[in-house]
């Protein structure tokens, strides 16, 4: 396909999806090519970046476009791949068996800890991979570009490595994209993160995405439990369920801001994190707490959420 005829269907695919209401644009585009079909991703990107409430503020646009990068955990075709990785039955199977050591919970709540038990069996922790020509260690060597594929799957972070054996060149593309996560299955926290908010979802968990900003920043899950009528700490690089301290007092991080995003809201969610709200208060300086809410307002206005 040339350059001019992609611009063309990237022009009339990006009219026709701000002219349809947004719960109707992804059933309503239709596409007669891989071509169009990446396309139609572009343009959708682009259409929905231009929604972004636009903030001089750093920090402010970080968080706009964490909140709707989340949308993707309601694609129900996303959800239905989930599906074919997790053991739905044998978490739920395993969970009836050990109900009763966990009297305060309901059967949903012990599903999400038999998962978290299984997404860590799943998902593998990559500082530096491996060589994957000759599985020899590697060092960090710098960034490349990301190639269609990357953009595809939502890398744009390309970090690079050499081989300490064969000297080959390796690629680690920093992705995005969950339905590529299920394939790749590995990744640091940020990975592991999103694509286990994914499997909550899919599941059929109330599940939104936590960004702890403090560097080294940090992301994990949050799940509802109805039978708690609260939401519920998961991390799932630690296996740790209803853990909010482990940052602030096992770690020993001097929290600033966690942030949770889901398809129906963002909220500021740091206050369950630190037993000192005071002393988190004096460290706040990324944005105005005014400006925190602003951020909450557009996000809503703008997905019509």
Not at 207 to 222: K, Q, S
Request: with cysteine; charged share 25%; glycine share 4%.
């Amino acid at each position: 396909m040339q350059k001019n005829q992609i611009l063309a269907i990237a022009e009339s695919l990006q009219r026709q999806w701000l002219a349809l209401p947004r719960n109707k644009r992804a059933e309503n585009l239709s596409v007669s090519s891989e071509d169009e079909k990446l396309v139609r991703q572009l343009a959708a990107q682009l259409t929905d970046a231009s929604l972004i409430p636009v903030s001089n503020n750093a920090f402010e646009r970080q968080l706009a476009k964490e909140s709707k990068r989340v949308l993707v955990y309601e694609d129900r075709d996303l959800l239905d791949l989930a599906l074919e990785y997790v053991p739905i039955a044998q978490l739920y199977d395993d969970a009836e068996i050990d109900l009763e050591q966990y009297p305060d919970w309901g059967l949903e709540d012990v599903v999400i800890i038999k998962l978290l038990a299984w997404f860590k069996n799943f998902f593998s922790w990559v500082d530096q991979p491996a060589c994957q020509f000759c599985s020899s260690p590697t060092i960090a060597i710098g960034r490349g570009k990301p190639n269609v594929d990357d953009i595809r799957h939502g890398a744009s972070v390309i970090e690079v490595y050499q081989c300490q054996q064969c000297h080959q060149t390796n690629r680690f593309p920093r992705y995005n994209n969950p339905s590529k996560l299920l394939e790749t299955r590995k990744g640091r926290c940020g990975e592991w993160a999103n694509c286990f908010t994914l499997c909550c979802r899919a599941v059929g968990a109330e599940a939104r995405y936590i960004l702890d900003t403090t560097d080294p920043d940090h992301v994990w899950t949050e799940v509802y439990s109805q039978a708690q009528q609260r939401w519920v700490h998961c991390d799932p690089c630690e296996n740790a369920f209803d853990r909010p301290l482990l940052y602030s007092a096992g770690w020993g991080k001097s929290l600033s801001y966690c942030i949770a995003f889901s398809a129906e809201e963002v909220m500021d969610v740091t206050k369950r994190y630190t037993t000192n709200w005071p002393v988190v208060l004096t460290r706040r300086h990324a944005t105005s707490e005014s400006g925190l809410s602003k951020v909450r307002r557009l996000s809503h206005a703008s997905y019509g959420r």
